[in-house]
C-alpha cells in the first residue's frame, strides 16, 4: 500500500507560535558554568558569556529559553543570585546535589537573553517556596522604581524592568523526586494563591500550570483535572514533560516516539477541555511543553538519588546523540507542528551540555550534536501557519505503542512558501505521493538525516562525522519528482527524517 499526503493551503490547524522554538538551561552540570557561561573561555564577552555557545544557540534558532530549572528551582533561593557578585555565597543545590556558586543569577540570565534575542521564561520555587517569593521575583523582574524589590534591582544596575512574560508555577510537582513535592490538592491551592497574587503585581504576564511530568505517571490525568480545578481561569497554559529513549534495542518503538508524544497531547487537551466543559467555559488552556527531548534516562543515567555532592559544575545527563536519536527529535518535531493550535510553546531540554544539542568543552571548542540539524531547519522552515494534512500510510506494529504510522507529515505555509516535514520510520525506502490540489509546487530545497546504525561517541569528531553521514541538504532533483500538475513524489530514505 502506499503513502500519500494530501494538503490544501485553505485547511489550516493554527499559526505557528514562534514560542515553539524553545528551549531550556537549568543550573544543572555544565549548563550554564562551561556552557553558556564561562569568564576566561576565548571567545568570551565582557559579562563572560561564551560567544560561540551564543552563536549557536542563534543557528539553532532558539527563540525562548525557560529558566533556572527544572528540580532546581524547588529549593531555589533567587535573592541569594543577585547583587554584587562577590558577595553571594555557594549553596547546596539539593535536586542535583551540586554545590551552586551562585555566579549566574537571574540579572546574569536575563541580560544574556536580552542581548541575544531570546524570550525568557521564568520558574517560581513551589517547592521549599511560595505566593511572597513568587511575587518578590516578578517584582525584581518587572516591576518600576518605588517599590522594594524593583528597587534592589535598580541598585544592582538595571534600571528598566526586564518585562518578563512567561512564569512557570514552579517545576513537576507531580514527582515525588521533587524538593518539595505535594500532592494535587496542595499544589493547585498554592498555584492558585501563588498565581493570583502575581497577576496583581503584573497582570500582563502568562502562567503555566505544572501538569504531569510524564504520561508514565500514577497520577496522569487526575492530577491535571484536580490542578486545573483550581486554577482554569488564571493560568494560560498547562505544562507537559516527556523524554523518550530506545530500550534494549526496541528501534521501532523509538521510532515511534512522536505517535506516543501525539497521544499525551491528545489526552491532556481532553483532559483540560473537560474541566472547561464543566465550567462551561469558553477559555481554552493551551499547552507549554516546557520539557521534550530524547534521553537516555532509564538506560545511562545513574539515578539522581545516588548522586555524590559535586562542585565546580559536574558533567551529568551529557547524552551523545546518533542519527537515529535526530531523525526521533525531527519527527517530534512533526507532532509538535500537527499540534500548532494548543502547544503554543514548547521547550527542547536542554540547550547546552545537558541532553542538549550544543556541546562544549571547558577552555575549548562549542559544536552540534545530531539532533542540533532538525531542530534548526524546523525553526527556520516552519512559518506561519500550520496546514491540517490528510496522510495515507501503512502501520507498523511496536511494541511500546501498538501501531503507529510508518510516515509522519507535518506542513507550513507562508507567503506562498509551502514547508513539508516528513518522517519515514519504516527500515525501507518509501515513495510519498505528495498531493497538492490548491496549487502547483516548485521545490527549492531539500534536508534530510538518516538514522543508521551507527554508535554515538562523545567529542566533536563524531558530531561531524554523524553531520556527514546522516544529514545534509539533498539533490532536489534527484529524489523528488515534481512539476507533474499537482503531484509530487518524493522518496524517503529508510530510517530518515
Ligand atoms: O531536564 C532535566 C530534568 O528533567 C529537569 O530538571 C526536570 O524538570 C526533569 O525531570
Known sequence: SRTRVLLHPD???GTVDRRLFGSFVEHLGRAVYTGIHEPGHPTSDEHGFRRDVADLTRELGVTTVRYPGGNFVSNYRWEDAVGPVEQRKPFLDLAWRTVEPNLVGTDEFLQWAEREGIQPMMAVNLGTRGVEEAVALLEYCNGEAGTRWADLRIANGREKPYGVKLWCLGNEMDGPWQIGHKDAHEYGRLARNAGAAMKLVDPSIELVACGSSSMQMATFGEWERTVLEYTYDLVDHISMHA????????????????????RFIERVVASADAVGAQRRSDKRITISFDEWNVWYLTTRFPGEENLPIQRDAPRIIEDVYSGLDAVVVGDLLVTLLNHADRVPVACLAQLV?????????PGGEAWR?????PFATTARLAQGEALDLRVTTPGITTKAHGEVPSVTAAATLSDGTVALFLTNRSPEPVEVELAHPGAALD?????SMTADHE????GPEHAEKVAQAHWGSFDVAGRVAGGVGTTTTVTLPPESW
Open 11 to 13: 485547511f489550516t490547524v
Open 243 to 262: 523524554y523518550y529513549e530506545e530500550v534494549d534495542g526496541d528501534r521501532a518503538s523509538f521510532l515511534g516516539s512522536g505517535t506516543a508524544m501525539d
Open 455 to 458: 554508535a554515538a561517541v562523545a
Open 443 to 447: 521545490v527549492t530545497e531539500g534536508w
Open 353 to 361: 551540555n545537558v541532553i542538549a544539542p550544543i556541546m562544549t568543552e
Open 369 to 373: 550534536q545530531p539532533t542540533f540539524h
